[in-house]
Structures are given as C-alpha cells and as structure tokens.
C-alpha cells in the first residue's frame, strides 16, 4: 500500500513565492499541528485563493508543488512576537494552474457551486486522484506558463 499521502495547504501568492525562495512551507498563520500531520516523501500543492494575504486581490490558482524533505518541524523567530512553524520542502518546477477548470473533476470539492469552501480550512488531504489531475496541469514543460 503506498503510504504516500498528498496535501494541499492554502497560501497567499507571495509568501508561496517566499517559502518557494527559501525551500520552506508555513501554514496556518504559522500553527505547528497542520506541518506534523505530514511526514518525509508527502507532497504538498499550494493553492493561493489571494495575491497577498492582505489584499483583496484574486489569484485563484494553484502555485506550488514540493515534497516534504525530511520530519523536521521547527520554528523561526520572524519577529519577537511573530515565531511560526516551518517545514523544509523541496519545490519542483511548475507553472502556476488556475482552479477554475479544474473544479468539476476535482474530488475534495463536492459542491461545486461553493468551491471556495475546503481551503478555508487551510491545509487538509486529498486523494491521489486529485493529486494527479492538479500536477498535470502544473508539470508540464511548456513555455506559456509562468514557472515559479
């Protein structure tokens, strides 16, 4: 059976790029729990409903994939106040893959009407299936992409 289990972690645009940048993923507004659900060889596809977390702009895309690189979960002072929780991931190449074709195949969103509504959660599972059907939209070499 393979133990290999797929995530998806709902993330702002520019801080995927930042956590992209320096190979690490925080969720949650840097909540520890969520990074110890995953463990060594999981993947994780970020999806960014918002261009930045304060703003209002959409993105509504799927940003980044990476593959939890060891079972260290630790935290990072950012500011004396502000220690979130990281996890080391080595992202892989890709092109950002908007959602919104893909919402009526995908699984983990039953109604299809309120799309929106699993990554309010932040981070959860998704079947391989859903896995499979997002990177193939974000691995593929082509040149119109954006790669990240």
Same mark, same amino acid.
């Given at each position: ?12 645009? #520019? ?12 969720? @949650? ?5 969520? &990074?110890?659900?995953?463990? %060594? ?6 999806? *960014?409903?918002?261009?930045? /977390?304060?703003?209002? #702009? %959409? @993105? ?17 002072? /950012?500011? $004396?106040?502000? +220690?979130?929780? !990281?996890?080391?991931?080595?992202? &892989?190449?890709?092109? $950002? *893959? ?5 919402? %009526?195949?995908? #699984? ?11 990554? !309010?959660?932040?981070?959860? $599972? ?9 990177? *193939?939209? /974000?691995? %593929?070499? #082509?040149? +119109?992409?954006?790669?990240?």
């Amino acid at each position: 059976m393979n133990s290999t289990k797929y995530w998806i972690a709902t993330v702002s645009k #520019e801080h995927t790029l930042r956590g992209v940048a320096g190979g690490f993923m925080q969720v @949650c507004h840097g909540k520890q729990a969520p &990074l110890k659900r995953m463990k %060594k060889g999981d993947y994780l596809i970020v999806y *960014s409903s918002k261009i930045t /977390m304060e703003g209002n #702009e %959409k @993105c509504q895309a799927f940003t980044a994939i990476g593959q939890v690189k060891d079972d260290n979960v630790y935290q990072f002072e /950012m500011t $004396e106040n502000f +220690k979130p929780f !990281r996890r080391n991931i080595n992202f &892989l190449q890709c092109v $950002e *893959s908007s959602i919104i074709p893909l919402i %009526k195949d995908l #699984e983990f969103i039953p109604n299809k009407k309120s799309w929106g509504f699993p990554f !309010r959660y932040g981070f959860f $599972e998704i079947k391989e299936n859903d896995f499979n059907l997002i990177t *193939s939209k /974000m691995l %593929k070499n #082509e040149i +119109k992409g954006q790669y990240i």
